[in-house]
Nanobody
Framework: QVQLVESGGGLVQAEGSLRLSCAVSGSIMRFAHMAWYRQAPGKQRELVARITTGSTTNYADSVKGRFTISRDNARNTVYLQMNKLKPEDTAAYYC????????????????WGQGTQVTVSS
């Protein structure tokens, strides 16, 4: 079972920055497309940013130019650098792994972390 543990959330003022981290269990991350999603109260979960195994990235229009997703396979960690934060970025942020291969005890599939809260005050 792939385990994802997010960290780095918190309370920040508008225009501030935060960096989220997601630690992935084992050495499976290099075989996984990684993503960050977010869910605000009363809203559906939405894709924020995604990075493939080949490090191709894509972003939601609402965060382009402000957020950067990156991965460090050696550290089994994916990051989301968030700059120029806005109150509308307030949400629980979830790390997502899309495992694409059979590797040891791991199976292809989609896995989620427990989430980390980001609150942006105006």
């Amino acid at each position: 079972q792939v385990q994802l543990v997010e960290s780095g959330g918190g309370l920040v003022q508008a225009e501030g920055s935060l960096r989220l981290s997601c630690a992935v269990s084992g050495s499976i991350m290099r075989f996984a497309h990684m993503a960050w999603y977010r869910q605000a109260p009363g809203k559906q979960r939405e894709l924020v940013a995604r990075i493939t195994t080949g490090s191709t990235t894509n972003y939601a229009d609402s965060v382009k130019g402000r957020f950067t997703i990156s991965r460090d396979n050696a550290r089994n960690t994916v990051y989301l650098q968030m700059n120029k934060l806005k109150p509308e970025d307030t949400a629980a942020y979830y790390c997502n792994a899309e495992v694409t291969v059979y590797f040891g005890d791991y199976r292809p599939g989609t896995y989620w972390g427990q989430g980390t809260q980001v609150t942006v005050s105006s």
